[in-house]
Each structure stands twice: as structure tokens, then as C-alpha cells.
């Protein structure tokens, strides 16, 4: 669904592009548009939460990095950890 709505996005964002440029010879690529707007989108994350770029990547570092804890199955450093034993 989250990609969905990016394309629908990146499709909006190129229409009113190309209303803007209408003078120009040159047309928006809708596939460069895209990875330079996936590009940023930490940046523009960052400026809709009010919050500095460094700050948004240290709390995703320090909440998203690591292993969960599971049960069921073993994660890559445990099952290497018994290879290596």
C-alpha cells in the first residue's frame, strides 16, 4: 500500500511539474523523479516531523537495527555463532 501511494505521489508531483516547466521543451522523467524523491524523503520525513535530519536517522538507527527477540527461529549471528561452535 505504501508504494502505491508513492507512485501516487511521484505521479502528482510530476503533473504539476510538467503544468510549471509548460514553457520548456523539457518533459519531467517520472522514474528519475521518483528515485530523487525516495532519495530525500528521509529529509522531507525529517522537516514534516519538525525534527533535524541526524535526529530522524539516530532514532531510526537505535529502534530499528537489532535482531527481535524471537522465539521460533534463530537469527543470522546465532546460527553462525553454532556453526562456528
Known amino acids: 500500500m505504501t508504494k502505491l501511494l508513492f507512485c501516487v505521489l511521484v505521479y502528482r508531483c510530476c503533473q ?9 521543451a523539457l518533459h519531467i522523467s517520472l522514474q528519475r523523479l521518483a528515485r530523487i524523491m525516495s532519495t530525500y524523503a528521509c529529509l522531507v520525513q525529517a522537516k514534516l516531523l519538525g525534527i533535524s535530519a541526524q535526529r530522524l536517522w539516530e532514532h531510526a538507527l537505535s529502534q530499528h537495527i537489532f535482531y527481535e527477540p524471537r522465539n521460533d527461529r ?4 546465532q546460527l553462525f555463532a553454532k556453526l562456528a561452535a
Open 74 to 77: 534463530q537469527n543470522f549471528c
Open 16 to 24: 504539476s511539474l510538467e503544468l510549471l516547466c509548460a514553457q520548456n
